[in-house]
């Protein structure tokens, strides 16, 4: 009985005037000792019990083979099960679903014989659920400043020096 081991009870017994502090640390002791007595396991107990447990265990790797038992071939399933979803986690068919979202995708997924390919499957998951996917990579465009540049730079030739100089009133006011 764990339960006799409670603040309610220790409360009781040291409130209790009529007991010397003589009595009430044997009460506690004594208390804390059923405690013990109740829930307590002792060594060689658990050693028996574990003993126990491995000849159970070896009584039945005796009978069969343990791959043939209906456990095994469960964990051996959700084993398989596991591998598929990692596998298809870095698979390149996934490779455009947000992370935080690729367990719901691929429980969308039907991976029975006769379904339709996952290529497929995935375009109609797109169309329903798009903040699934990351969004298609469009082209960058890089901000343009000003107009385009169009034209060449000046040669330098007569034609430019006599510009130059008409622009800037040099003498070559009519004489053109």
Same mark, same amino acid.
């Given at each position: 009985?764990?339960?006799?081991? =409670?603040?309610?009870?220790?409360?009781?017994?040291?409130?209790?005037?009529?007991?010397?502090?003589?009595?009430? @640390?044997?009460?506690?002791?004594?208390? #804390?000792?059923?405690?013990?007595?109740?829930? #307590?396991? =002792?060594?060689?107990? %658990?050693?028996?019990?574990?003993?126990? %447990?491995?000849?159970?265990?070896? @009584?039945?790797?005796?009978?069969?083979?343990?791959?043939?038992?209906?456990? #095994?071939?469960?964990?051996?399933?959700?084993?398989?099960? #596991?591998?598929?979803?990692?596998?298809?986690?870095?698979?390149?068919?996934?490779?455009?679903?947000?992370?935080?979202?690729?367990?719901?995708?691929?429980?969308?997924?039907?991976?029975?014989?006769? %379904?339709?390919?996952?290529?497929?499957q995935l375009a109609a998951i797109r169309e329903r659920f798009e903040e699934y996917?990351?969004?298609?990579?469009?082209?960058?465009?890089?901000p343009r400043f000003g107009a385009p540049t169009v034209g060449s730079m000046p040669?330098?030739? =007569?034609?430019? %020096?006599?510009?130059?100089?008409? @622009?800037?009133?040099?003498?070559?006011?009519?004489?053109?």
């Amino acid at each position: 009985m764990a339960g006799i081991f =409670t603040r309610k009870a220790i409360a009781a017994i040291l409130n209790d005037e009529a007991l010397s502090p003589e009595e009430r @640390a044997d009460q506690l002791f004594g208390l #804390y000792g059923r405690a013990l007595e109740d829930g #307590y396991v =002792t060594r060689s107990a %658990a050693q028996a019990a574990a003993l126990a %447990a491995a000849e159970e265990a070896k @009584a039945q790797v005796a009978m069969g083979d343990v791959r043939e038992s209906p456990e #095994y071939r469960e964990l051996q399933e959700r084993f398989d099960a #596991y591998q598929a979803r990692q596998d298809a986690r870095v698979s390149g068919a996934f490779a455009d679903v947000k992370p935080k979202f690729f367990d719901a995708v691929y429980d969308l997924v039907d991976r029975s014989e006769g %379904a339709i390919p996952l290529e497929e499957q995935l375009a109609a998951i797109r169309e329903r659920f798009e903040e699934y996917f990351i969004a298609p990579r469009q082209e960058a465009r890089l901000p343009r400043f000003g107009a385009p540049t169009v034209g060449s730079m000046p040669r330098g030739g =007569t034609g430019a %020096a006599r510009e130059f100089a008409r @622009a800037w009133d040099f003498g070559f006011r009519n004489n053109d």
